[in-house]
């Protein structure tokens, strides 16, 4: 499928949110290979990230975003385990 620029700035978001790329090329019914390359900033460079640069997302950026995204979500998990326990 052929991405519009509405569609890069949702993956591009999505990215930056912590989205996994396979899940986005899932999403977006695109080689997970393309949604690679737009966050290397080899296609769509100058669709700009959510802090309003253009180009590649950098990878220490990508990881921190994700680690935290991680960190977050096995939070919420264990705040469900406790409340079920209480119960």
Do not use: C, M
């Amino acid at each position: 499928a052929l991405l519009n620029e509405a569609q890069v700035k949702q993956i591009k978001k999505r990215l930056w949110n912590g989205d996994l790329q396979q899940d986005l090329a899932d999403k977006f019914d695109v080689d997970p290979k393309t949604i690679s390359a737009i966050k290397a900033g080899r296609i769509w460079a100058g669709v700009p990230w959510p802090n309003k640069k253009t180009g590649r997302l950098d990878e220490a950026q990508y990881l921190h975003i994700l680690q935290t995204r991680r960190r977050e979500r096995i939070e919420e998990k264990l705040k469900r385990i406790k409340k079920a326990r209480k119960l």
